[in-house]
């Protein structure tokens, strides 16, 4: 009796840990989190196939490593994990506790593990973004959770569709446990986005779907659901669980007779009324096709669309970077200034990167009432990523991972290929238990607050800095890949990792002298 009422009090206390976990990152009873832009390869500059992320969140840890491959013994195990809110550091976080355990496989692949794991050393690579989905399908049953599922992939698969049958495959048998969420997977031939719930309450398994985007095409995830109609005879273009239909037609979320199946409608309806994701949606798509006139207050947009030019890095950047500034959606374009002479500007506290509660202090609201509009650029970003996958290079080479720390607005990209062994010690630093001088989140974290709080001066120190900074690494780009071809695979993995770890120095040390340097400039005019 003893043992029954512990377990069922364990349990009662993981479930609420799992309702805990990724909401502690919700605002408005909706996601607020990631953003994700997929590219096909025949959109991209070069030809290479692109995911993207942008980790934003309150919660996350900001270190980084690189975990390397590994060969297991036959009776090994891989330990799984609730997340859940941690309150008891100096800042909020995370924790991982203990649920389980699934059997390890013989070899896995080596991976850049950055909160949420990015690319593996065959050039696989991931970015995510949290739907949320319907409450009543949260399972604490399960033992796969979002963060886990996606390391698993990494370190057990090369390709997208292999990725996808066997996320499949371990959450039916081990469940998965998590909200809704859309993961963004690129290979070198293609780029998939998979969006998954769970199965409902005390039980174990999943419903997914799969689309793919097509070669020519960008696509965009940002916190809702966006699959609609699935083909069932298009399997160069579809998979799905096999209980997907049956569960969406037996809790009559959808009928049978009355409408085509659409599955964000049936697993995520309220994410389709989120004017946080619908309004990043617009914009994303809007600016790599803007002829198309998309109508900025739809409900739904195109699962894809074709980009009007190539997408090259820098537009990737361009799309990350963005706060609606010049359209009708900029929250703070009503703040100006009259100068001395007579001249209307923007005003120097004009700062479309304030915490909510300042809101109020301008009269700031939107698309997301008090919270104002969900821009693509966020002030709690922990980092973002714009992944390469080029299928004409060996991999070691051909997966390149673009890494920028804190704000996008506000940063730059180092380079780390997927073969890498190390990173910069910065980049290792945890960040979370408060100001840490030995952080690279930190360095870029001190200097967008900066930047912010006198937002249209301070952002043209920034760039004065930063944007050739930016210009630089991209023009060693090809010089670097060009000498790493001529050298052995052993040679090449140091090279390239000594190359990652410059890079990540340099701009560390950048961002640290631009904040002192701000400081300094406007000592008193915060």
């Given amino acids: 009796m003893k043992i029954t009422i512990s377990l069922t009090l364990l349990l009662t206390l993981v479930a609420q840990g799992l309702n805990a976990q990724i909401k502690a990152d919700w605002e408005g009873g909706v996601p607020e989190g990631c953003t994700t832009i997929t590219v096909g390869k025949n959109a991209t500059f070069d030809g290479s196939v692109m995911t993207s992320h942008t980790d934003d969140s309150h919660r996350t840890r900001s270190w980084m490593n690189i975990v390397p491959e590994q060969k297991h013994g036959r009776r090994d195990m891989v330990t799984m994990y609730s997340r859940e809110k941690d309150d008891s550091r100096k800042m909020p976080a995370y924790k991982h506790t203990p649920v389980g355990e699934i059997p390890q496989v013989r070899k896995t692949y080596g991976y850049i593990n950055s909160a949420y794991p990015c690319m593996n050393t065959k050039q696989l690579a991931i970015g995510e973004s949290t739907f949320g989905g319907r409450e009543s399908l949260v399972s604490g049953k399960g033992l796969i959770d979002c963060q886990r ?19 499949g495959d371990l959450t039916k048998k081990y469940g998965y446990r998590d909200w809704g969420e859309c993961l963004t997977i690129a290979d070198k031939k293609e780029v998939w986005h998979f969006e998954i719930v769970g199965p409902g309450k005390d039980k174990v398994g999943a419903m997914w779907v799969a689309q793919r985007v097509p070669d020519n095409h960008v696509s965009v995830n940002a916190n809702a659901a966006r699959i609609l109609e699935v083909d069932t005879t298009d399997t160069k273009n579809f998979m799905y669980s096999d209980n997907l239909f049956d569960m969406a037609k037996d809790s009559a979320w959808w009928n049978p007779l009355e409408e085509p199946f659409r599955f964000a409608y049936a697993y995520a309806p309220e994410s389709r009324e989120s004017m946080a994701s619908r309004r990043r949606e617009w914009r994303i798509l809007s600016m790599v096709a803007p002829s198309l006139e998309l ?3 739809a409900m739904d947009y195109p699962f894809s669309v074709e980009p009007e030019q190539k997408v090259t890095l820098h537009k990737m ?42 809101y109020d202090l301008h009269n700031i609201e939107g698309g997301w009432g008090k919270l104002g509009e969900r ?15 080029r299928d004409w290079l060996p991999d070691e080479i051909g997966g390149l991972v673009w890494m920028a720390q804190d704000n996008i607005a506000t940063s730059v990209y180092i380079p780390i290929y997927c073969s890498v062994t190390d990173l910069p010690e910065s980049y290792k630093a945890p960040g979370r238990n408060g100001f840490n001088r030995n952080s690279a989140w930190w360095a870029f974290n001190r200097m967008s607050t900066l930047a912010a709080l006198r937002w249209n001066d301070a952002r043209h120190d920034v760039d004065k800095v930063l944007l050739p900074l930016q210009e630089e690494i991209f023009a060693k780009q090809r010089e670097t890949e060009l000498a790493a071809m001529s050298m052995g695979t052993k040679q090449t993995i140091a090279h390239l990792t000594r190359y990652t770890i410059d890079w990540g120095n340099k701009v560390v040390n950048t961002a640290w002298q631009i904040g002192d340097d701000l400081w300094t400039k406007y000592d008193e005019k915060f």
């Fill in 149 to 167: 599922l996606i390391q698993l992939m990494l370190e057990r698969c090369t390709t997208a569709r292999e990725a996808i049958k066997m996320a």
């Fill in 295 to 297: 109508d900025p207050e």
């Fill in 317 to 358: 950047i361009e799309l990350f970077k963005d706060y609606y500034e010049g359209t009708p959606y900029d929250m703070v374009g009503h703040l100006k200034k009259v100068t001395e002479d007579g001249d209307t500007i923007p005003h120097p506290y004009a700062n479309p990167f304030m915490p909510y509660d300042k």
């Fill in 375 to 389: 821009t693509i650029a966020r002030w709690y970003t922990m980092y973002g990523t714009i992944t390469q996958s």
